[in-house]
C-alpha cells in the first residue's frame, strides 16, 4: 500500500493561485467546472448555529482526508466539509485497490490514511487554503455562496475515542490556533498577503461513525462521552441493518433486483435493531438538549456484501451509490415516522438527479461521496448545482424552506398539519408563490418540518418506481480496449485525472522525440554501447502521478480504457527523496532543480539511479557505474567506468520525463514545491 505524504502548505498555496492565475484552475480542476452559487436563489441553512450557504457537501472519505481534497470539494460545491473519520489506530495496513464504483459503488477503505497528528494539520491547512481561495474572490464565489461549515467525524469504538489520541485531536480542533500560526509562518513573503484568519474554533459538531458490528450500548457511550467530555454536538451515522433482513432483502435483492449483492448474516445479528436505534436517539436527544446541544442521526453508513468482484482483494465490501440510496431513504421514512422532531442528515447514493430531492425532504446536510468518484470527479458538482437550480426555478422556489414547501405540492396540506387555516392559510400560501419562500410567521418552522414529512413519504413511495435504482439499468463498466500503458503515450483521455478523489494523477508536455534505447557495458577496459531500439514519444500530452498523494485506491484503473493503471504504469513522482526510499513500492523519481539544470534520483526495485542534467550532458551514477554522455548524440561516446552493464535508456526516460515536468509552464506539485524556477 502506497503511503500519503502530506504536501506542505506553502507549496500548496502557492500550486493553487499560480494555477489559477495562469491556468484558470485549481487542483486541475477547470475554472468553468467551479459551483458559484446562482444570485436569484438562497439555499442557506443554520448548522450548529452557523450559517451554511447550503446544507450540501462531500462525506467523511476520499474527497475529504488531504487539504488539497478540501479545496476541490469546496470548489464543487460543499459547504459542509465533514472530514475524513479519525480513530486510535491509525497506523493500520490496508488492502490496495479499494475502490470500484463502475457499477454502484464498493469500497474495503477503513478510516483514514495518515496519522492522527498529521490528519489534524491537513484539516486545518484546508480550512485556511478555503478561506484564502474565498476571501481572495478569484474563485468567484459571490460572499453570499461562501459561507462553509467544517464537521469532524471520529470512530470507532469507546476505548479509542476516550483514548488520548482522539481526545487530543478534536480538543486541538476546537483551538487551532497553534497550529494556524506555525502555517502562518511557513508562508513565503509573496503568499504573506494572502493569509486569512479563520475562526480557531474549527468544529461545533462530531459525526460517529460506528463501524459495522458496533453494539448499541457502546454507540450510546461514545455519544454521550462526545456530548460532556468535549462538549459537541453528535451526529450518529447508522448502518442500513437498521432495516432488518427481510425489509432489506425485500428492497435490495427483490424489488431492485440486484440478486448478487449478499449481505452477511452476522451484520444484523452485530448491529443495533432499529428498536434499539430509536430508543437510544431518543435517550441521546434529550440528554444533549439538557446540555444545550443537539443530537442528530445520519442515514446511512455503508452496507457490508460479501465481495463477488475480483477488482478487490477483500472477503467482504462495503456497498454504496445507487441501491443504498433506496435503502437509505426507506429509512428516513421509518425514523421519521418514529421521532419525528431527530434531526435527520443523509448520505446515501446522492448525484445530479436526486440532490434536490434529498434537500426537499430537509435533510441536514445532504452529503456526497460515490458520484464524484465517478467520470468527471469534482467536476461533477456543477452539474449537481445546475440540476438543483432547474428543479427550484420550476417551482418558483427561491429560498431552501420554499422548496421544501413546493417541492411535491405538500404546502397547502402541510398548514393544516399545523393547524394554520382560513385567512392565515390563505395569506401563506400567497406569500409562498409570489416569493418563493415562506413568510416570517411563529408556525413557518412547523410548516416546512410538516412539508418534508410528506414529501418523505412521496418519495419514498415513487423510489419504488424509478428504474435507474434497479439492477436491470445499472450502468456498464467501461469498456477496455486491450493496449497496456507504458511510460510515455496513452489514449489521452485524461479520464484518470479527474477521478483521481487527491489531485495525484497530472499531465504534462512532452517534446514529440525518439529516445534511443541504449546499454553500455565495461570490454577489456573499453565501455561499449550498444544499440537496441528506440522509444518514440508521439502524444500531445503525457500522464504521471504524484506519489506523494496517491494512496492506490486504485480508481484511476477502473476508468482507464487501457491495462496497467496509472498509478503503477505511469512516471511516479515523489515530493522528497525521503518519501521516494520509504514508499514500498520502491519504485519513482525524485527530482530537483539544479544550477546547470536538473537532478533525478530514479529508484527502480530498490536500485537507485542518479541522474545529472548539466547543460547538454547527463552524468549517471549508480552502484558499480559513473557515467557522463551527451545527449545530442545518442551514437555518441559515452565516459567514465562500470563494473555493470547499465541501461542507459532508463537515464534517458528519467532525463525527458524530469524535464518535461520541470517546463516553465508546467503548474503540479512538483514544479511549486520551492517555488518558480
Known sequence: MAHLVPIPFAALARRMFRELDEKQAVFDLPARRFVRGHPDLDLSATLGGKRVAIPFGPAAGPHTQLAPNLVLSWLAGGRVLELKTVQDDDALVLPRPCIDVREAGFNCEFSQELRVEQSLEEYVKGALLVAMLAESGAAGVAPDDRSTVFDASVGYDLRGVRGDKVDGYLRALRDVRPIVARLRGELPKDLAGRFVEIDPVLVDTVTLSTFHGCPPHEIEAIAEHLLTAHGLSVVVKLNPTLLGAKDLGALLNDALGHRDLVVPARAFAEDPTFDQAMGMAARLAARAASLGLRFGVKLTNTLIVENRRPHLPAAETYLSGAPLHVLASHLVAR?????????????????????????????????????????????????????????????????????????????????????????????????????????????????????????????????????????????????????????????????????????????????????????VEERDGRLVSSRTGTLHVDERHQIATFADACNDCGNCDAFCPEDGGPNRAKPRLFGSLAALRADPHGDGLYVERTPSGHRTVHRAAGDEMVIEAIYGALRVSGDGYELAFELSDPEGPVHGHARVAVDLTRARVAHLVAKSVLGAREINAVTTREGPP
Not at 436526486?354 to 426537499?360: E, F, K, R, V
Not at 417551482?395 to 399545523?418: F, N, P, Q, S, Y
Request: hydrophobic share 45%; glycine share 8%; charged share 20%.
Open 335 to 519: 425514523v421519521r415516522a418514529a421521532l419525528p422532531e431527530l434531526p435527520l442528515s443523509f448520505s446515501a447514493g446522492i448525484d445530479a438527479h436526486n440532490l434536490a430531492d434529498a434537500l426537499a425532504l430537509d435533510l441536514v446536510p445532504v452529503t456526497v461521496c460515490t458520484d464524484w468518484l465517478k467520470t468527471g470527479g469534482y467536476g461533477r458538482g456543477v452539474r449537481m448545482a445546475e440540476a438543483l437550480h432547474d428543479r427550484l426555478v420550476a417551482v418558483g422556489a427561491k429560498t431552501l424552506a420554499g422548496w421544501i414547501l413546493l417541492a411535491h405540492g405538500h404546502a397547502e396540506a402541510a398548514l393544516g398539519d399545523v393547524g394554520v387555516a382560513g385567512p392565515d392559510a390563505a395569506a401563506a400560501l400567497d406569500r409562498l408563490r409570489a416569493t418563493g419562500a415562506p413568510p416570517s410567521a411563529p408556525f413557518a418552522t412547523r410548516w416546512v418540518a410538516a412539508a418534508a414529512r410528506r414529501n418523505t413519504t412521496t418519495y419514498v413511495e415513487r423510489l419504488a418506481r424509478e428504474p435507474r435504482y434497479d439492477q436491470a439499468h445499472a450502468p456498464r463498466p467501461p469498456r477496455k480496449v486491450g493496449t497496456a500503458l507504458h511510460t510515455f503515450d496513452c489514449l489521452t483521455c485524461d479520464k484518470c485525472v479527474a477521478v483521481c478523489p487527491n489531485d495525484a494523477v497530472f499531465t504534462y508536455v512532452a517534446p514529440h522525440v525518439e529516445v534511443a534505447e541504449t546499454r
